[in-house]
């Protein structure tokens, strides 16, 4: 898969792509990543990529043109000749242009597992006070937010979109089971308990047999040597060998902590 940032900060990726499942990802060909300098695409002697915004308000914004050839220079695509909505080329279908933006869409793991099918994802980081909002309805197929906060730019944003959409690749995780039992994830791929194949259950907004849903949960606590860590104990069911039990234990206690931490997951459900 091919990941293309945009951004005016280039340098700042020279850290969060250069370590764990990213920079395995990157050494072993699985994805490639190309960091592109917007003020590369200027033409102006001062690279300048913002300029102060129609009808007033504070600071700058990011101009439309810089961006728009950007794209079109990393798609092999050259600007319509007429412009306008229609005569502006679309990515091919394999392809996602991404605009971070504290007023996009939530990011969620569907979101990722969506981006995850496609070949390439072009991320466009916003900065300053936004991006011109051509951009986001004429040249962006997805606008995305990671949060309801707001971010100085969107470096962040793309390095955190590279991280949940590379885990979701095959191969990228040395267990490729690590991806499904974890909180968000749809987990509908039938796994093996050793005794039986079962489909992992309570991982997802699903119809039950009785056309009620099941909620999305976090995920289940996990615990690891020693099994007596000053006091604290694993719990027993853990250690006793049963899978049914240890698997009605997990589900149980992911519940729980779905209510204490985040009930939102659970609202409009019996749970």
């Known amino acids: 898969m091919k990941f293309d940032v945009v951004t005016i900060f280039p340098e700042f990726f020279a850290g969060p792509l250069h370590y764990g499942i990213v920079r395995r990802a990157r050494e072993s060909g699985l994805i490639d990543i190309h960091v592109h300098d917007l003020r590369q695409f200027t033409h102006d002697r001062h690279k300048t990529v913002d300029d102060r915004p129609f009808g ?4 700058m914004v990011l101009k439309p043109e810089p961006i728009f050839r950007a794209v079109e220079t990393i798609l092999g695509e050259d600007a319509p000749p007429n412009p306008g909505r229609d005569a502006l ?16 869409k939530m990011f969620v793991q569907e979101t990722a597992q969506q981006f995850a099918r496609l070949e390439r994802l072009v991320l466009l980081c916003g900065r300053y006070e936004g ?12 606008e ?6 707001v971010l100085s730019g969107g470096e962040l944003a793309a390095a955190l979109v590279i ?5 979701l690749l095959p191969g990228a995780l040395g267990n490729e089971a690590s991806s499904v039992h974890e909180s968000f994830s749809p987990g509908q791929k039938l796994i093996s308990t050793g005794q039986r194949t079962q489909l ?10 009785d056309g009620s849903s099941r909620p999305l949960l976090l995920d289940y606590p996990h615990y690891t040597r020693p099994a007596d860590f000053r006091g604290w ?8 060998g049963n899978h049914e039990e240890i698997r009605r234990w997990r589900h149980r206690v992911a519940l729980d902590k779905t209510r204490r931490n985040r009930p939102d997951l659970l609202a409009g459900t019996n749970h």
């Open 56 to 59: 007033g308000g504070e600071g």
């Open 89 to 104: 080329h679309k990515p091919p279908r394999d392809t996602a242009i991404v605009l971070l933006s504290a007023s996009g």
């Open 131 to 142: 991006v011109d909002e051509r951009v986001a309805e004429y040249l962006a197929t997805d």
């Open 144 to 149: 995305i937010s990671i949060g309801n906060f």
């Open 163 to 167: 991280d949940a959409v590379t885990r």
């Open 200 to 209: 992992e259950i309570g991982r997802e907004n699903q119809l039950t047999g």
């Open 233 to 240: 104990k694993v719990p027993e069911v853990l250690i006793s």
